[in-house]
């Protein structure tokens, strides 16, 4: 395993929130490198620039964390596009990206696993055995090719969430786990949301909370329940959309009665100003670790930095919209009458 230098995310969380960007895929996919359906990261592999420059723009944006994009880059999904034999080589590669970009400023790199679609509690032993050996090959990788710490995410099951829990602390690695939301108060083995995030913190989990599925309106009911019944710090990650209690996750949005694909969401993404209020409702509830999922772009991050009160790189390019030559309140015109005057010889 590499030795890390930097202060690492337990440091970091005793003394602040902590940011961690998400979102790789779907902006990503938006951008054009990845296929929508399968979500399979292949861009790792085809276009690694396209994986450093959002790396680096969430950087700048304020983000603390570097997520390698391992996000469904295990062998039952990259089955799918035909690639199961990159495997390691994705993982790896995944890895060096996020620890580049870290490096050109004060980041911090996450390895990530997630729900691999291939744990069924009705076959537990077996494919507990399967979950597990995906896990082990994915974290020996990314150990080896330096991490800080992992992001366990996307979890739908708690049995399958403490496997990877396991794992990782196998590693003697700090551990943030987090539950996927779809179903409506419990995770798909029957737990309690609530209860689930007990359980992982009894068994070692350093952070735990919820990613994905569900946005701000929606997430942040479920994560005051937790915030009051667990000691370990908690994990906000929520997809900027606008959800509500009729439909409380994105996959749940309709129009005229049909439901939308992930392509036709645009008119229920939040923009950055909601997701800065998100923001301070969360530091207010006591939330430890904050970021957007599914949907998230840098601007939606630099507004969670700039409302807990961060100056961030990209800050220098925060609106201003005084100086609007329509709407504007302000004019340089020192600057303006030098070059008017300068103009004129």
Same mark, same amino acid.
């Given at each position: 395993?590499?030795?890390?230098?930097?202060?690492?995310?337990?440091?970091?969380?005793?003394?602040?929130?902590?940011?961690?960007?998400?979102?790789y895929?779907?902006?990503?996919?938006?951008?054009?490198?990845?296929?929508?359906?399968?979500?399979?990261?292949?861009?790792?592999?085809?276009?690694?620039?396209?994986?450093k420059?959002?790396?680096?723009?969430?950087?700048?944006?304020?983000?603390?964390?570097? /997520? $390698?994009?391992?996000?469904?880059?295990?062998?039952?999904?990259?089955?799918?596009?035909?690639?199961?034999?990159?495997?390691?080589?994705?993982?790896?590669?995944?890895?060096?990206?996020?620890?580049e970009?870290?490096?050109?400023?004060?980041?911090?790199v996450?390895?990530?696993?997630?729900?691999?679609?291939?744990?069924?509690?009705?076959?537990?032993?077996?494919?507990?055995?399967? /979950?597990?050996?995906?896990?082990?090959?994915?974290?020996?990788?990314?150990?080896?090719?330096?991490?800080?710490?992992?992001?366990?995410?996307?979890?739908?099951?708690?049995?399958?969430?403490?496997?990877?829990?396991?794992?990782?602390?196998?590693?003697?690695?700090?551990?943030i786990?987090n539950?996927?939301?779809?179903?409506?108060?419990?995770t798909?083995?029957?737990?309690?949301?609530?209860?689930?995030?007990?359980?992982?913190?009894?068994?070692?989990a350093?952070?735990?909370?919820?990613?994905?599925?569900?946005?701000?309106?929606?997430?942040?009911?479920?994560?005051?329940?937790i915030?009051?019944?667990?000691?370990?710090?908690? $994990?906000?990650?929520p997809?900027?959309?606008?959800?509500?209690?009729?439909?409380?996750?994105?996959?749940?949005f309709?129009?005229?009665?049909?439901?939308?694909?992930?392509?036709?969401?645009?008119?229920?993404?939040?923009?950055?100003?909601e997701?800065?209020?998100?923001?301070?409702?969360a530091?207010?509830?006591?939330?430890?670790?904050?970021?957007?999922?599914?949907?998230?772009n840098?601007?939606?991050?630099?507004?969670?930095?700039?409302?807990?009160?961060?100056?961030?790189?990209?800050?220098k390019?925060?609106?201003?919209?005084?100086?609007?030559?329509?709407?504007?309140?302000?004019?340089?015109?020192?600057?303006?009458?030098?070059?008017?005057?300068?103009?004129?010889?």
């Open positions: 395993m590499k030795k890390r230098n930097k202060e690492n995310i337990l440091e970091r969380l005793k003394k602040d929130i902590v940011i961690g960007a998400e979102g895929v779907f902006e990503l996919e938006r951008r054009g490198y990845i296929k929508a359906g399968p979500y399979v990261p292949e861009v790792v592999l085809d276009f690694p620039d396209a994986v420059e959002l790396h680096r723009e969430f950087l700048r944006a304020g983000s603390d964390v570097m /997520v $390698a994009l391992t996000y469904y880059a295990n062998e039952n999904k990259l089955a799918d596009v035909g690639r199961a034999n990159e495997f390691e080589k994705l993982n790896r590669q995944a890895v060096r990206l996020a620890n970009v870290a490096k050109e400023g004060n980041g911090i996450a390895g990530n696993i997630c729900n691999t679609w291939m744990y069924d509690p009705n076959k537990k032993t077996e494919s507990s055995k399967i /979950v597990r050996k995906m896990y082990e090959k994915q974290l020996k990788w990314a150990t080896e090719e330096g991490i800080d710490f992992v992001l366990s995410e996307t979890n739908d099951y708690l049995g399958e969430a403490l496997i990877g829990l396991e794992v990782i602390k196998s590693y003697g690695l700090p551990a786990v539950f996927a939301t779809v179903q409506k108060d419990k798909r083995d029957g737990y309690d949301y609530v209860e689930a995030c007990k359980i992982l913190e009894a068994n070692g350093d952070v735990v909370g919820l990613n994905c599925t569900r946005g701000p309106e929606t997430m942040l009911p479920l994560i005051e329940k915030r009051k019944n667990v000691k370990c710090y908690v $994990a906000a990650v997809v900027p959309c606008k959800t509500t209690r009729k439909q409380p996750t994105f996959q749940s309709k129009k005229d009665g049909k439901r939308l694909t992930y392509l036709e969401l645009e008119p229920f993404i939040c923009n950055r100003f997701m800065a209020d998100f923001a301070k409702k530091k207010q509830i006591g939330v430890n670790y904050l970021g957007v999922c599914c949907f998230a840098p601007s939606h991050i630099r507004s969670i930095a700039e409302a807990l009160g961060k100056t961030v790189p990209a800050s390019y925060s609106p201003a919209f005084e100086l609007h030559p329509m709407i504007g309140t302000k004019s340089n015109a020192k600057d303006k009458k030098k070059f008017l005057s300068d103009w004129k010889g």
